[in-house]
């Protein structure tokens, strides 16, 4: 860098150009003042040479250069572009190829942490779960810090790392990034700004970071407030929607006016047109609809349905209730909850619910009102075409790009958590069976009623369920060990775990499932306070990688159970066994599937085609725009699967047979 000459000063004044100090203003050699025009300069400010133009949307041609603008306490790179500056850019550097265009005011006023360490009283508008959030907050990490309230000194040891953090962080300055795109803005102030970011006509951004990147581009829009928070890579908040004191994970979409107050968002959720409040919504929470209000809620893989609702106070002492919906949950319209209550794994909301319902055990189900009661149907959701569709849609609509992941998310149906609790779901059912009596019509439960048939029923598809995955276990487990294996002691060898990591109970942090062991492990070492944030990533990203390790330890100890002996003592006609109830399970299952998608084919699904005609003109619209069931794709894959599914099966079969 140098002074500017003589030369340029008085041109840069023929210009319009004025300056507190000339002598405060350096440039790069080759500095051009033919592209600097009607500026105000104060403060110790820096320039790039600026010999290349832009194209705007539209094809717009502009040079790069600074016009009609004021500039304070500012290093500006390369070829950026800015232009009608309303107010004024202080304290900020700016990275090359950057063009702002149109712009309220952009500002650092005083020392910021640009939203680090921002607290978000997430789940309880009251507090006492306050969040501090900041650039590598994972889902993972933020469960931990949510629900482990009752250990203290791991809350104040991760307290204090992310408030160092923060710290770190903190400046004076801001940064813009290269190659990023700010048009037709009203105020941004104390905002860090990745590169690549493409923010346009947004209203007001305030004490935040856009973690964007050349990888995954964020993108804001028009109308768009956000105030308090951190924003990662890949975000899209788009249309009027309001972000406050919140953090958004790895691609994310909010628009058409999407509110969102106090919650933490993690990979892939999107919301529209709704409300959410003190949430903590983990991967792929999706709202779409305009009467939707998500609020003091824990939420993963969820599907919000059209006017879902939940009461967090009973007018007595405020909103200080909460609720949990795992992994997989759907609410359908005008569903309604009444805080507290918990709601199992991959199990339907329909109706409203005042009795605090708790079905964390009896996954897999439907929660259904009748006359104000709550009605559980233990298992129904195991048998239908939403759910296995649901488990194949979430891989396909990934939106991260960014090499970089924050949250590990496991997408298994079926695994050592969710078996684990229709294991427990069994027990329970039978349970209430021997207590009840077997000719009991209703049975009381958890503030909710299960009848005769539907508790029958749920064993079955429990049954059926733990028996699928076990034997995927086992077969997955021949198949990568036992190839090659000639004897019964082969087999064995092939089938000893590594280690006994993945007995007992597990837990979903969010998208990851770990044994509980190795969550209690890791935050025991949290609290010696030797770790730091990438420490703690990698320890999650270990978990999420020895995932099957870990799953073939928890499927053996229940095997064993189910075999009545050790895997020392195993025969071949138990093994056989097991694999042909899989084959039977997988095959029950995948035609309770196809039968459930043929609903979506008989005549009740045709009303409304064919307005104008009779049955055939009805069946010929519906199968022009629906198809016909036979050749839908998703029933095709059905009937492949379980094609492929029984050819394995005895593939096993005759290899087991050939073991001596």
């Known amino acids: 860098m140098r002074k500017l000459t003589a030369e340029e000063i008085s041109q840069l004044t023929a210009q319009g150009c004025k300056a507190q100090d000339w002598n405060r203003i350096e440039v790069k050699e080759g500095f051009n003042a033919s592209n600097v025009m009607d500026v105000n300069f104060s403060g110790d400010v820096r320039l790039g040479v600026f010999d290349r133009s832009f194209e705007l949307p539209g094809g717009v041609q502009v040079n790069s250069g600074i016009y009609h603008a004021t500039i304070h306490n500012c290093e500006i790179g390369d070829n950026c572009h800015l232009y009608n500056i309303h107010n004024y850019i202080a304290n900020y550097r700016i990275g090359h190829d950057t063009c702002i265009e149109n712009v309220n005011a952009i500002l650092v006023d005083g020392k910021t942490s640009f939203g680090n360490g921002v607290r978000v009283p997430v789940m309880n508008e009251g507090g006492g779960r306050e969040i501090p959030i900041f650039d590598h907050l994972s889902a993972s990490l933020a469960y931990i810090l949510t629900l482990y309230r009752h250990r203290p000194h791991l809350i104040e040891t991760l307290d204090k790392m992310i408030d160092d953090y923060a710290e770190q962080v903190s400046s004076t300055v801001g940064e813009i990034g290269d190659h990023v795109r700010i048009l037709n803005c009203g105020s941004i102030k104390n905002v860090r700004i990745g590169s690549y970011a493409k923010i346009a006509g947004t209203s007001r951004l305030k004490n935040g970071t856009i973690n964007s990147n050349e990888a995954a581009p964020v993108k804001l829009g028009s109308g768009v407030k956000c105030t308090d928070f951190i924003i990662s890579s890949g975000v899209e908040i788009l249309d009027s929607t309001i972000v406050d004191k919140c953090f958004v994970g790895q691609g994310c979409i909010f628009d058409k006016h999407y509110s969102a107050g106090e919650s933490l ?22 709202t779409h609809h305009k009467s939707t209000l998500l609020i003091a809620g824990m939420f993963s893989f969820l599907n919000a349905g059209s006017g879902s609702n939940q009461s967090n ?4 002492l ?28 991959f199990s339907l909301v329909m109706g409203r619910h005042t009795h605090h319902a708790d079905t964390a055990e009896l996954p897999f189900s439907y929660l259904i009102e009748n006359n104000s009661e709550s009605y559980i149907v233990p298992g129904a959701n195991l048998r239908t075409v939403g759910t296995i569709r649901d488990a194949q849609k979430w891989p396909k609509r990934d939106n991260r790009k960014d090499p970089n992941k924050l949250d590990f998310i496991n997408f298994n149906l079926l695994s050592p958590y969710t078996v684990g609790k229709m294991w427990r779901g069994r027990e329970v059912l039978l349970e209430l069976k021997q207590i009840g009596g077997e000719n009991t019509e209703v049975y009381g439960y958890k503030n909710c009623h299960i009848r005769n048939s539907s508790l029958n029923h749920g064993i079955g598809l429990y049954e059926i369920g733990i028996a699928k995955f076990l034997g995927n276990s086992l077969i997955s487990r021949l198949q990568l060990k036992a190839a090659e294996a000639k004897t019964m002691e082969d087999i064995r060898r092939a089938l000893t775990p590594e280690n006994n990591i993945g007995l007992g109970d597990w837990i979903d942090l969010a998208g990851l499932l770990a044994p509980k062991s190795e969550v209690t492990r890791l935050m025991n070492d949290i609290e010696k306070g030797e770790m730091t944030w990438q420490d703690i990533q990698a320890r999650l990203a270990e978990m999420h990688n020895k995932y099957y390790d870990y799953e073939w330890t928890w499927a053996l100890d229940k095997l064993q159970y189910v075999w009545k002996c050790q895997l020392s003592e195993v025969t071949i006609e138990q093994l056989q066994n097991t694999v042909r109830s899989w084959k039977d399970a997988v095959v029950k299952l995948d035609q309770m599937v196809y039968d459930d998608a043929r609903k979506e084919f008989d005549l009740n699904s045709q009303t409304g085609f064919g307005v104008d005609g009779d049955a055939a003109q009805q ?20 009937k492949e699967h379980i094609k492929v599914k029984s050819a394995l099966g005895d593939n096993i079969l005759a290899q087991l047979n050939d073991i001596k």
Not at 313 to 316: E, G, I, S, V
Not at 328 to 333: C, D, F, L, N
Request: proline fraction near 5%; glycine fraction near 10%; include cysteine.
């Open 265 to 286: 968002f993690f990979s892939n959720c999107q919301g529209m047109h709704g409300e959410a409040c003190a949430i903590f919504a983990g991967p792929y929470t999706v």
């Open 313 to 316: 106070h009973m007018y007595k």
């Open 318 to 345: 405020g909103p200080i209730h909460q609720g949990v919906a795992e992994r997989g949950a759907k609410t359908t319209s005008d569903s309604y909850l009444l805080w507290p209550s918990k709601i199992g794994a």
């Open 619 to 638: 069946k010929k619209d519906f199968i022009s725009v629906r198809g016909s069931f036979q050749s839908n794709p998703f029933v095709q894959a059905v």
